[in-house]
RNA sequence: CGAGCUGUAGCUCAGCUUGGUAGAGCGCUUGGUUCGGGACCAAGAGGUCGCAGGUUCAAAUCCUGUCAGCUCGACCA
């Protein structure tokens, strides 16, 4: 009976802690609609946490938003080959337009059937260079730098919420530049930029660099990732930046006039996150206690227990909680929050025993609680818990009312800091070295990453990928330089590249 | 899309073998006692047993179909 109201742990079974995380923090659920997920109110502010934070980097390296069509029609989606043949499992497809009731049922009306079908986006390249063909004209008219938030539909057999679902949120960055230098730096730009947000907004540590030919977005000549581990020791992929080359400008025959007026293809570029961040937000910082949310990315940044067991003790605690609420409120605001204010929240429930509403709180992962019982009014004090370290420890007693808005505004700052130092140093430390096929095989078997000496054949990557069931996630670009011998074929390799299982 | 398992109260599940008209715990509502780490007592509300057929005097229970979910495989951000 007091197991019901623990979640599972990361030890017993770490899906089912996921799922619990999921669930009692109230960040979305399974809708009745196959592989798709409801993303419930807790879960869409974390989202819109992210949208902002990602939104106001795009901005300030020129990029701007703009919508394209829901609806694909086929013979578009058919001008990439390499694109159409990467999605055409799992695209859903519009055929009629209309229904009709027939003996009170509703049913297709066959006589509205489409002349061409339409394809629901699963990524939006072909619809958005199919508009910038007439867009570009000039050079003068390049770069062209837009992005778009959207939804995107891929028609996935399994799913997991946040992880993999048939529909998700995403933003999608489509740029055209007039020569392949310039692309190639938008390309580097945009996945350095996810790198940015993952470590400085999520506290998530990620390998940056490109991903193998076999792993890369089918139409781009190649992809960078931002690639991360999760508390089990599997990869995420957490975001990818493709160099597209002139192939999408070629598929919808996009040309300008050059300064020496010479007509050239476009060079393109694309790139995008999804909801899948919130997937890799949980697994990277949340413990056995709930949720665990960077300040930077929460919703609530902190949350003020008033105690009390009668209304007459109770009532001073939440003058003095509103006081200090609003003082927190007046904070300066700075980049850190996004120049917004901070959130605070007055818990006022009464019905409940104060650990309870305690353990309720940290399962949401709010960074900070305040708590303010009769002993701290009689000391004018309150007492703070920080979330990154949950129970007695994390907690602070006797700190003056007057002290408290800038103690809490420093241990947001702290949180933020320690979530990634220990994130990244649980990293560090299940990256491992094979030096032969043998030894991997046996490592692979244990979480974490594996460095380790590939040929860079698509033949070598597929039995490595079959037998052991690990991929290439990342060939880092600060990893080491040291040269070797293919670990399964023996012939030569110029670096180590990253091995994992996989999300 | 292949293999296995599961659908009964908001949630977790018992009941099914051997058909007889619906149960528990948690949660919820009300009242009382509690209250600085997940309180307790009492009363109460809440279910077309996933859905559709079939067998039967009678189906949560047996049979057929179907839909959904989970686990494992192939695919993927």
């Not at 190639?184 to 730009?189: A, D, N, Q, S, V």
């Not at 899948?276 to 960077?294: F, K, Q, Y």
Request: proline share 5%.
């Amino acid at each position: 009976m007091a197991d019901d109201k623990k979640i599972t742990t990361r030890a017993a079974n770490y899906g089912e802690w996921y799922l619990d995380i999921v669930n009692r923090a109230g960040l979305a659920e399974n809708s009745d609609v196959r592989g798709c997920m409801v993303i419930k109110p807790n879960g869409y502010a974390i989202w819109e946490k992210m949208q902002r934070g990602l939104d106001g980097l795009f901005k300030d390296t020129g990029h701007v938003n703009a919508y394209f069509p829901l609806f694909i029609p086929k013979s578009f989606f058919q001008k990439e080959e390499a694109m159409a043949e990467g999605f055409a499992k799992e695209c859903a497809v519009v055929t009629h337009y209309r229904l009709r009731s027939v003996n009170g049922k509703i049913e297709v009306d066959p006589e509205a059937k489409l002349e061409e079908e339409l394809i629901i986006r699963p990524t939006s390249e072909t619809i958005i260079w199919n508009t910038y063909k007439s867009w570009i004209q000039s050079y003068r008219d390049l770069p062209l730098l837009i992005n778009q938030w959207a939804n995107v539909v891929r028609w996935e057999m399994r799913t997991r919420l946040f992880l993999r679902t048939a529909e998700f949120l995403w933003q999608e960055g489509h740029t055209a530049h007039a020569t392949g230098k310039e692309a190639e730096e938008e390309t580097l730009r945009m996945v350095r930029v996810y790198q940015k947000f993952a470590e400085e907004w999520m506290a998530m540590p990620v390998l940056v660099g490109p991903k193998s030919e076999g792993q890369k977005f089918p139409g781009a000549v190649y992809t960078l990732c931002i690639e991360a581990m999760m508390q089990d020791g599997r990869a995420l992929q957490a975001g990818t930046s493709h160099f597209l080359g002139q192939n999408f400008a070629k598929a919808f025959d996009v040309e300008f006039t050059t300064e020496e007026g010479k007509r050239e293809h476009a060079w393109a570029t694309s790139w995008g996150v999804s909801t899948r961040l919130i997937g890799g937000l949980i697994m990277t910082h949340s413990d056995d206690n709930g949720l665990v949310v960077p300040p930077r990315l929460a919703p609530i940044h902190v949350v003020i227990c008033p105690l009390g067991k009668s209304e007459a003790e109770r009532k001073p605690c939440v003058e003095a909680a509103e006081k200090l609420a609003q003082a927190i409120r007046e904070l300066p605001r700075d980049d850190f929050y996004g120049y917004q204010p901070i959130v605070v929240k007055i818990d006022n429930d009464t019905k409940n025993m104060p650990g309870h509403r305690f353990a309720e709180w940290e399962l949401r992962g709010v960074p900070v609680r305040v708590e303010l019982g009769p002993k701290d009014m009689e000391k004018n004090a309150c007492v703070l818990a920080r979330r990154d370290i949950p129970g007695k420890e994390g907690k602070t007693m006797g700190v003056p009312m007057a002290e408290a808005p800038a103690k809490i505004d420093a241990l947001l700052r702290d949180i933020q800091k320690n979530l990634f130092e220990r994130a990244k140093k649980f990293r560090d430390g299940a990256m491992r070295t094979a030096n032969s096929y043998d030894e991997f095989k046996k490592l692979i078997e244990e979480p974490g990453f594996i460095w380790a000496h590939w040929d860079g054949t698509r033949e070598t990557e597929d039995k490595i990928q079959e037998e052991t069931k690990a991929t290439i996630r990342c060939i880092p670009f600060d990893g080491p330089t040291e040269s070797g011998t293919c670990m399964v074929t023996g012939k030569p390799s110029a670096k180590r590249v990253v091995f994992a299982r996989a999300y």
